[in-house]
């Protein structure tokens, strides 16, 4: 607010007056704030125009509170949103995980039921394979080729038995 000081010097004139009215005034007081001399009506005048710019000044700090108010709302709700979805993506994930684990449990259970039917059929084939040698070790008796046929049959379950790898 413009505070006003009686000026004792009565030479000075209105620096408003002389600048923008192009008369001459007495100046009968000082303006505190900017050291201006002026006369009561140019004083009267300045002190609206600075409490209109206190005003501006003020409104323009409530402006930019309100400003800063709204963009701190937005930021939370934003920040809500954005870990709200962030959540629902994780969750879905999870469950498209845990779906997709248990498809491959189930086909890698699938698999190892294959390979050891797989194995155990190879394995009853060696059982009668078993017989013949202990029918063979028994007796002291075999015959020559029917041992070679089961060399290679074994030869045969041993290679059908790799390419399970």
Sequence with gaps: ???????????DSCIICSSKHERIRPSLCQCKHCSRSLCFDCMKDHHDELQLSIAQVSNRYNELKQLIDTKIILITKETVASTHELSEWYT??????????????????????????????????????????????????????NLTKIFEKLDELIQRLDSLS
Excluded: H, W
Excluded at 1 to 11: K, P, Q
Excluded at 105 to 132: C, G, H, P, R, W
């Design 1 to 11: 607010m413009s505070t006003a000081s009686t000026s004792n010097d009565l030479s």
């Design 92 to 145: 879905t994930l999870i469950d498209s995980l845990t779906v997709e684990k248990e498809s491959i449990d189930l086909n890698i259970e699938k698999e190892e039921q294959k390979a050891k039917k797989f194995v155990y059929e190879i394995e009853s084939e060696m059982q009668t394979f078993q017989d013949d040698i202990q029918t063979f070790t028994k007796n002291n008796t075999f015959r020559s080729e």
